[in-house]
């Protein structure tokens, strides 16, 4: 299973970008999705995920009400719509991959596939 995240950029405070996540390899359909990120000298962080229907999502609270999680299982590909960017949330953002429970999984050792990372920055 590969994962190959993209969409990472400059972007101003107040800004949007939308973070892509494609897989292969593999039953997509199956695996519950994270987002992911590690901001210089901080540990990796939960940022949102979204179950393997897409029904379920759940997200940190520092990105509540400004981030969607989405996925399109018939293109294997799990989004993470980013609005009103802040310098906080400069980090590069990683995707990843739970088949083992397919629902809301936080918490990093859970996740069993991840992606390269896609570096986000946030200007003031």
């Known amino acids: 299973v590969q994962l190959q995240a993209s969409g990472g950029g400059l972007v101003q405070a107040g800004g949007s970008l939308r973070l892509s996540c494609a897989v292969s390899g593999g039953t997509f359909s199956t695996y519950g999705m994270g987002w992911f990120r590690q901001a210089p000298g901080k540990e990796r962080e939960f940022v949102a995920v979204?179950?393997?229907?897409?029904?379920?999502?759940f997200y940190a609270d520092s990105v509540k009400g400004r981030f969607t999680i989405s996925r399109d299982n018939a293109k294997n590909t799990v989004y993470l719509q980013m609005n009103n960017l802040t310098p906080v949330d400069t980090a590069v953002y990683y995707c990843?991959?739970?088949?083992?429970?397919?629902?809301?999984?936080?918490?990093?050792?859970?996740?069993?596939?991840w992606g390269q990372g896609t570096l986000v920055t946030v200007s003031s």
């Open positions: 990843a991959a739970d088949p083992t429970r397919g629902g809301i999984v936080t918490t990093t050792y859970e996740y069993t596939y």
């Open positions: 979204i179950s393997w229907s897409g029904i379920n999502t």
